[in-house]
């Protein structure tokens, strides 16, 4: 079985429902299909609960009636019978009407979370309830009946996959098995969601939990690209990649899966492909535990590059009485008791260097390290990381040295590790570093 996830905008319209639905039922195989909320609708909703949160009910009236006026829009344009428009409206109706029961006294997370979990819910039925019409052998499952957290409120794979396993024996002969992405239970029975990755984790957790064919996540590129298309215009699709790479290139930045989604279907063996919504025949992204053609495997040549901005440069210098080793032992009790994660950290002669993304930063860290080090701080760099395989490679290692800019852009910070080398510059000077460096080690 395959397990296919499609996001907000692939379900955006009735349109791209029934392309969606065409992506599904040409497939020619059993699959588990993770749905989105439809686009918007999760901020909507998001809204929604911040008015209850603040007792403003009359406002969350108002976008609850905006929203629902949408949807019915939908439901007149997406189905041919008037039989399934009734169905499903009906079923729209007592979904709003559960997001009005919360117009009371008290209003917390739980109650947050319930109304979030709506947009899921409405999207799946709508897709199955299409599908059906059609005339296919589909299935609706619920997520909160298939994927739990626990304690920590991290998968618990055990159950997801006993779960799992049940609800598919219990819907036998079924073409295309439909569930909600993002959405869970935890470990006290509430309405909870996965939080990092959303609807691309739940793909990866059921599909690591079915040992599935492959997970295919479909998006609106046409895979991973050797550097973000909308800075460097001569770009090409890798066909191949590790997940190791994947997860590095993710955690610096590249819009193609969390960095957590990955973890699922590596330990599960399950290969993940990266699928263009807009031309199903393209090939797209494998990423596999071993790639057979993966771009590093090429003695000179990395897999990709990536980037993440804002970044925050910190300089750490110890005040006259603090020493450099003290100095680095406070620092590093303050990331702990803040839970901050440089992205990169440097020792330069007893001074302290570190990239932290901005959104991460927090005053209360600054003012204590300021206790012990004289500060300076600059809050306009970018992140840019070379992604590919580097152990025991010094050929690779060499090329990507040989071919970082030596007069135009200044380097404040650069790193290496087993998968990336990474370079801290300018905000202003990313596009240049980024479109110089894809020259060198991409040229066609």
Same mark, same amino acid.
């Given at each position: 079985?395959?397990?296919?996830?499609?996001?907000?905008?692939?379900?955006?319209?009735?349109?791209?429902?029934?392309?969606?639905?065409?992506?599904?039922?040409?497939?020619?195989?059993?699959?588990?299909?993770?749905?989105?909320?439809?686009?918007?609708?999760?901020?909507?909703?998001?809204?929604?609960?911040?008015?209850?949160?603040?007792?403003?009910?009359?406002?969350?009236?108002?976008?609850?009636?905006?929203?629902?006026?949408?949807?019915?829009?939908?439901?007149?344009?997406?189905?041919?019978?008037?039989?399934?428009?009734?169905?499903?409206?009906?079923?729209?109706?007592?979904?709003?009407?559960?997001?009005?029961?919360?117009?009371?006294?008290?209003?917390?997370?739980?109650? *947050? %979370?319930?109304?979030? =979990?709506?947009?899921?819910?409405? &999207?799946? +039925?709508?897709?199955?309830?299409?599908? !059906?019409?059609? @005339?296919?052998?589909?299935?609706?499952?619920?997520?909160?009946?298939?994927?739990?957290?626990?304690?920590?409120?991290?998968?618990?794979? *055990? %159950?997801?996959?006993? =779960?799992?396993?049940?609800?598919? &024996?219990? +819907?036998?002969?079924?073409?295309?098995? !439909?569930?909600? @992405?993002?959405?869970?239970?935890?470990?006290?029975?509430?309405?909870?969601?996965?939080?990092?990755?959303?609807?691309?984790?739940?793909?990866?957790?059921?599909?690591? =939990?079915?040992?599935?064919?492959?997970?295919?996540?479909?998006?609106?590129?046409?895979?991973?690209?050797?550097?973000?298309?909308?800075?460097?215009?001569?770009?090409?699709?890798?066909?191949?990649?590790?997940?190791?790479?994947?997860?590095?290139?993710?955690?610096?930045?590249?819009?193609?899966?969390?960095?957590?989604?990955?973890?699922?279907?590596?330990?599960?063996?399950?290969?993940?492909?990266?699928?263009?919504?807009?031309?199903?025949?393209?090939?797209?992204?494998?990423?596999?535990?071993?790639?057979?053609?993966?771009?590093?495997?090429?003695?000179?040549?990395?897999?990709?590059?990536?980037?993440?901005?804002?970044?925050?440069?910190?300089?750490?210098?110890?005040?006259?009485?603090?020493?450099?080793?003290?100095?680095?032992?406070?620092?590093?009790?303050?990331?702990?008791?803040?839970?901050?994660?440089?992205?990169?950290?440097?020792?330069?002669?007893?001074?302290?260097?570190?990239?932290?993304?901005?959104?991460?930063?927090?005053?209360?860290?600054?003012?204590?390290?300021?206790?012990?080090?004289?500060?300076?701080?600059?809050?306009?760099?970018?992140?840019?990381?070379?992604?590919?395989?580097?152990?025991?490679?010094?050929?690779?290692?060499?090329?990507?040295?040989?071919?970082?800019?030596?007069?135009?852009?200044?380097?404040?910070?650069?790193?290496?590790?087993?998968?990336?080398?990474?370079?801290?510059?300018?905000?202003?000077?990313?596009?240049?570093?980024?479109?110089?460096?894809?020259?060198?080690?991409?040229?066609?």
């Amino acid at each position: 079985m395959i397990v296919m996830k499609f996001g907000g905008t692939s379900v955006g319209s009735p349109e791209r429902i029934k392309e969606v639905a065409n992506i599904l039922v040409n497939f020619g195989q059993p699959l588990l299909v993770v749905l989105s909320a439809m686009s918007g609708t999760t901020n909507a909703l998001v809204e929604i609960a911040n008015c209850y949160r603040k007792g403003d009910n009359g406002q969350a009236g108002t976008l609850i009636a905006e929203l629902q006026q949408k949807y019915q829009q939908h439901v007149q344009s997406l189905y041919a019978t008037e039989e399934m428009r009734q169905k499903t409206a009906a079923l729209l109706e007592d979904k709003f009407n559960f997001i009005r029961s919360f117009a009371g006294d008290y209003f917390s997370s739980f109650e *947050e %979370k319930q109304i979030v =979990a709506q947009g899921e819910i409405m &999207s799946t +039925n709508m897709m199955v309830n299409y599908l !059906v019409e059609c @005339g296919y052998a589909a299935c609706l499952l619920n997520a909160l009946n298939m994927v739990y957290t626990n304690k920590d409120g991290e998968p618990d794979m *055990e %159950k997801i996959s006993q =779960a799992t396993h049940a609800a598919l &024996s219990a +819907n036998p002969n079924k073409q295309i098995y !439909v569930t909600q @992405g993002f959405i869970s239970t935890n470990a006290f029975g509430e309405t909870d969601n996965l939080q990092r990755g959303g609807s691309d984790y739940t793909a990866t957790l059921l599909g690591a =939990a079915i040992r599935s064919e492959e997970v295919q996540i479909w998006t609106d590129v046409d895979g991973i690209h050797t550097a973000d298309p909308r800075i460097v215009t001569n770009t090409r699709a890798i066909r191949e990649v590790s997940f190791n790479e994947a997860a590095e290139l993710a955690r610096f930045g590249a819009k193609i899966l969390h960095p957590t989604c990955v973890i699922p279907a590596q330990k599960a063996d399950v290969p993940i492909r990266l699928k263009y919504t807009m031309d199903p025949e393209a090939e797209g992204t494998l990423i596999t535990n071993s790639p057979s053609t993966s771009s590093s495997s090429a003695a000179a040549t990395p897999t990709a590059i990536a980037s993440k901005e804002p970044i925050t440069l910190l300089r750490l210098q110890p005040k006259h009485n603090i020493s450099a080793t003290t100095l680095l032992k406070r620092v590093c009790d303050e990331l702990i008791a803040h839970q901050l994660q440089p992205d990169l950290t440097a020792l330069c002669g007893g001074n302290i260097l570190m990239a932290i993304g901005n959104d991460a930063m927090t005053e209360d860290f600054i003012e204590r390290v300021q206790l012990w080090s004289y500060l300076n701080k600059d809050m306009n760099c970018s992140l840019i990381a070379i992604v590919g395989d580097y152990e025991d490679n010094e050929k690779l290692r060499g090329c990507v040295m040989d071919a970082v800019p030596q007069q135009a852009i200044k380097v404040h910070l650069q790193g290496i590790s087993p998968l990336s080398i990474s370079f801290v510059v300018k905000r202003d000077d990313r596009d240049a570093f980024i479109s110089l460096m894809h020259q060198q080690l991409f040229a066609l």
